[in-house]
């Protein structure tokens, strides 16, 4: 079965760090570009972060960059994506997809694909 699981979120106070992962099972990860993407209600989804496979370029939405980092772990057919400084404005369910519009540079449009259950992640204190 193809599919691939988020898991890490939690309940962390604002400046904290988690990690989330998007773990693949029934297909090779590395041959993938993967995206972060998550989602308040109410609201669309968005995206958060890829990594492209074409050369493994990571792509950040504005509002993360310089404390979001994305990474793949090609042995354990996970990618992650670490969390830091973390802000109430985070809080939401983060998922992961298959993402090819990251080859092209950039996070583009969120793809229209099946998602999973994701991760839900509340910044509080």
């Known amino acids: 079965q193809v599919q691939l699981v988020e898991s890490g979120g939690g309940l962390v106070q604002p400046g904290g760090s988690l990690r989330l992962s998007c773990a693949a099972s029934g297909f090779t990860l590395d041959y993938y570009s993967i995206g972060w993407f998550r989602q308040v209600p109410g609201k669309e989804r968005e995206g958060v972060s890829c990594i492209s496979s074409r050369d493994d370029k990571t792509y950040y939405v504005d509002s993360v960059k310089g404390r979001f980092t994305i990474s793949r772990d090609n042995a354990k057919n996970t990618v992650y994506l670490q969390m830091d400084r973390l802000k109430p404005e985070d809080s939401a369910v983060y998922y992961c997809?298959?993402?090819?519009?990251?080859?092209?540079?950039?996070?583009?449009?969120?793809?229209?694909?099946?998602w999973g259950q994701g991760t839900q992640v509340t910044v509080s204190s």
């Open positions: 997809a298959t993402h090819p519009m990251c080859e092209y540079g950039g996070l583009g449009d969120v793809p229209r694909t099946s």
